[in-house]
């Protein structure tokens, strides 16, 4: 038994090496447990919820798990000052316990209405995105078109990244890419570990070429471009790659310098960086949810700065209504946003991650979670946007009774 512990630590540490971790008694103790919990050959979609519960706020803490880039935060951050408490109808520690909340904030014309925590987790603590992630992507690529970096909505992609001439994905425009029109096949299974969501982080690209690229450029097509909407995270990952080989630097910092500091953000955040090196950009921002809120509130707000949008004018306005028929009734697609026929819109991270912009209502619903159902529960999704509607109606029936 000694000698089969002594192979087992003498195997950790090699790893730790491997993963640039030089000494492994510099970890503090929270660190190296998790260190020891997590499984190390298997994707994050399919750990265990224990295992979720203890990565979705560390994994920007483990080298081992992933390598990151910081986005600092703005000198003079955004107030979010204290709003009275919203009087909702529905039980609030019910909603957070069928949820597994770790953070549930409501900002109402700038206030911050309500603010809750849960799985041990607080406002300067970092967790993780998922698709959330797709808004910072968004705004960015509509950045990258304002400072002309990016010519068109219309250009096609090989004309930025040219490894994809000849591929599906070269006669794709922007403005397809954005709108996940690119009638190129992928299967976006969170259950499936064969799934091409599951895959493309994994795959092992030839010498000198980006991961992600390479596994996109391979895929066929189904569809012209244009002609059919598909949920397909591998596309936003595409617009990242777009946008950092537009801008010339890498997306983190095009993110600090258009929107994190602009915008007020009060604590640093990090960006999960692919095997290759490039910001996974679909995906894994991690933030504060204060954090998360302000951005809420920037998109809000116009994307301004000093009066300006850091996009170009309609820009937004587009971004964050129907663009493309998902097949659903009252619901749409935008650039990266879900949207709603009332105005309202949202992006959506697996698990329970969220954010929900009602602009008339001047409402912005940030939510984390680790939901118990997996990646897409139907159950716990149906209640968050439940509890989307409670909060309208609390909204309302402040408005009415000021009437």
Partial sequence: MLKNW?????????????????????????TRALIKTFPTNRDLLFWNQDQRDAAFRALDRIPLLAQWHT???????????????????????????GQRSAALLVVHKGRLRLERYGLGFGPGGRWTSFSVAKAFTSTLAGAALKDGAIASMDDRLDQYIPELRGA?????????????????????????????????????????????????????RAAPPGTRWHYNTGE???VGILVGRAVKKPLAEYLQEKIWQPAGMEYPA???????????????IQASPRDFARMGQFILEGAKVNGESIV??????????????????????GYQWSTYDDG?????GAFGQGLFIDPARQLVIETNA????????????????????????AVDAEGAAAR
């Fill in 236 to 238: 936003t990952n595409l």
């Fill in 312 to 333: 170009p004018e309609g820009w937004l306005q587009a971004a964050t209504h129907k663009q493309a028929d998902i097949g659903e009734s009252g619901k749409g697609y």
């Fill in 168 to 220: 599906a994905y070269g006669e794709v425009t922007v403005r397809q890419l954005l709108t996940m029109t690119s009638g190129v096949a992928w299967n976006e299974d969170y259950d499936d570990p064969d799934s091409d969501v599951a895959r493309f982080n994994n795959h092992r690209p030839p010498e000198g070429q980006d991961a992600l690229v390479d596994y996109m450029r391979r895929l066929p």
């Fill in 344 to 348: 309202t819109f949202t992006v959506r």
């Fill in 6 to 30: 002594k192979k087992g630590l003498l195997g950790l540490l090699l790893l730790l090496m491997a993963a640039g971790i030089a000494d492994w008694f510099s970890l503090d103790q929270e």
């Fill in 71 to 97: 986005v600092q935060p703005s000198a003079a951050p955004r107030p979010l000052p204290p709003g009275e408490p919203l009087a909702l109808a529905t039980d609030v520690d019910a909603f957070m316990a």
């Fill in 370 to 393: 680790n939901w118990a159902g997996g990646a897409l529960d139907p159950r716990a999704m149906a209640a968050r946007d439940a509890f989307y509607k409670a909060v309208q109606q």
């Fill in 270 to 284: 990090t960006w999960i960086l692919s095997k290759t090196g490039q910001e996974i950009s679909g995906c894994c």
